[in-house]
Structures are given as C-alpha cells and as structure tokens.
C-alpha cells in the first residue's frame, strides 16, 4: 500500500519550503497565484489529502458526522426503517457537503464507547448522532467529556443535556388505540422491542395510558425486533386459552412474524386476531395480508437528525420545526374482534 503524500512530498517536488506550501493548501496569504495553482494541481494530481492528527491540532472541522449503532449487523439489514432513517441522514448531509462515518460494533457492552473515544482522539468527526437511548446511558457524559457535539434521536430522558430529536409518539399510540378500539378490540398485546431502551419504554407507557382511556387491557410481550422470536412469542400466546385480539408490533418485521405465527397456527388474520405494525414499510404492504400499520416518514425523520447535529455543530438554535403527523395506514391485517 502506498504511503500517504504529505506536505513534505508536495514541497520537495515543488522545491517549495513547507511553510509555502501549507500556505497555499489552506488558501492564506503569503504565495503568488500562481504558486497556488502549482501547488494544488500536483496535490490533486498526488491524491493529497489533510491528515486527521492535523485537523485536530489545527481546530479545522472535518466535514463529517459520526454514527455509531450498536445492532447486530446481520438483524440491522432486515430492518426497513433503519434504512430509510439512514437514506434521510444522508440526503441531509449531502446537501450541507458533510460525510456521514458509519460504524456497526455488534451488542457487546463498551464497543461503542472505544469509537467515540477513538474518533475524538484522531479528529475524525465534527458530531455524532446517538441512537437507542438507555436510562443512565454512558454515552452521554462520554461524549460530553471528549467535547464532541452530539444529538440524541430517538428518546431522550427529562431534563437531558444534549438536543434531541423525538417523535410525537403520544399521537401514535393515540392512533393506534384508537383504530383498534373502534372495531371493538378490549384485550391488546403490546410486542415490544428489548426492554431498556428508553424509546421502548415511552411508547409501552404511551400504548398503555391510551388503552387505559379506552377501557382497554394491554399485556406487555418483550421482543428483540426480530421475525423468528415475534414468531415464537405470538404462536405460544396463540395456542393458549382467550388471549388477545389484536397485537401491536413494534417494527414491521415483528409485525410480519406476528401474521406468520398466526398463519401456522391457524388462526386467521384479521378474522381472528388482528396485527399493527408500529412502523410501515414495502414489508407491510407486501404482507399476506398486507399489514396495518404507521407511516412515521422515516426518511424525514433522518433528515431532522442530521440537520439537528449540523446546527449543533454551528452552535445554531433548533429551529423549533414541529415533526410531520404520523399517519395510520389502514390495510386489510386489521378487522373487528372476534366475538
């Protein structure tokens, strides 16, 4: 592998001092124009580019935001609104002429926490975007002690020190209740995502206080956003006695594995029971049936947190634009209860 060019190489080939060459490079005054032009036409023609460790000495900003996401890499592939949040970060980040440096480190404990010390440490990013909150999450004061600009997106606890990015899941969850309360559903179970993330925990709360309101009852089942265990947990709960008419799944594709389950059980959809799925996708529309569910815009919702980090960055204020309404998307998995 060839060595990096550096400013020495320029300047030798040049017979340039450094001095004029990093003058040049950096557009400060001290070189004619034409000595300018000398020097940035062999660095394109070298494929020179500024070191990290320089940029970090130098205060220079890198034109680059992190983000660090602590999912299997196998599971995260599978997840449609992953995908369209990231596809919306990076229409943002195009349009601002940053980078988006993306690291999957898996779910050991303490991965995730190495990169930030490690991008810090080497001047690789100007902010990073933190996903999957948990209560009392080290990231935080982490962050906060390296001095990198951060943005929660997600979820964010009380009184949080970092700008935030969070949905109105409270309407969602108002939506949701309220679809399956008119068509007559009273026993509700809520498949959820791993318990500790906080945004897991605010929509249960949320799923629970709206059923409440509507006289509802609302079982809890503790999911990992995975088909095969939203397959296992809705077929055991099938095949006992008077469970509950309808499921909300907190992705899409637990919300596929819910209408699978049902399929090999026998058990029809939405004649029997009935499936929503917390996020929609082209998995939900093409489901058999296709699968009730919300449009968050994703993509949007990417857009929003990138934006955030970049006006964190600046040191610009949030600019207080409320987040688009989410919208039930009301597909043939939904129907009334059973009697």
């Known amino acids: 592998m060839a060595a990096r060019v550096t400013i020495g190489d320029l300047a030798q080939r040049l017979g340039l001092s450094k001095a004029s060459v990093s003058y040049a490079l950096n557009g400060q005054p001290g070189v004619s124009a034409q000595t300018r032009a000398r020097v940035l036409a062999l660095a394109r023609e070298l494929q020179w580019y500024p ?9 220079a900003r890198t034109g680059v935001v992190g983000l660090v996401l602590s999912r299997d890499p196998d599971l995260l592939g599978t997840e449609p609104y992953y995908m369209l949040v990231l596809s919306g970060i990076e229409s943002a980040l195009i349009d601002a002429e940053y980078g988006l440096l993306l690291r999957m480190v898996g779910t050991e404990p303490g991965r995730d926490l190495a990169v930030y010390e490690r991008w810090a440490g080497e001047g690789r990013v100007d902010g990073v975007m933190l996903f999957d909150q948990r209560r009392d999450d080290p990231r935080i004061p982490l962050v906060r002690h390296l001095g990198l600009p951060a943005v929660l997106n997600g979820a964010a606890e009380p009184g949080s020190v970092l700008r935030a990015v969070v949905p109105d899941e409270r309407g969602d969850a108002d939506q949701v209740v309220e679809h399956l309360r008119g068509l007559g559903h009273r026993r509700v179970a809520h498949l959820t995502g791993p318990s500790g993330l906080l945004h897991e925990e605010r929509r249960d709360a949320l799923v629970r206080a709206a059923a409440a309101r509507a006289g509802m009852v609302v079982e809890t089942v503790e999911g990992d956003y995975t088909m095969a265990t939203a397959h296992r947990l809705v077929a055991d709960r099938l ?11 907190s992705n899409d594709v637990m919300a596929l594995g819910a209408v699978r389950a049902a399929a090999q059980e026998g058990v029809d959809v939405p004649g029997r029971v009935s499936v929503v799925s917390w996020d929609d996708s082209l998995l939900c529309e093409i489901g058999a049936p296709p699968v009730t569910a919300l449009d968050r ?29 989410s919208r039930l998307r009301v597909r043939a998995s939904t129907g009334p209860a059973a009697a």
Request: aromatic share 4%.
């Open 297 to 325: 815009h994703p993509r949007d919702f990417g857009r929003r947190c990138a934006r955030a980090l970049l006006q964190e960055i600046a040191g610009v204020p949030d600019d207080g634009a409320p987040p688009p309404a």
């Open 51 to 59: 070191s990290s460790s320089a940029r970090v000495l130098s205060g």
């Open 239 to 249: 095949r006992g006695p008077a469970g509950p008419t309808a499921w909300i799944a």
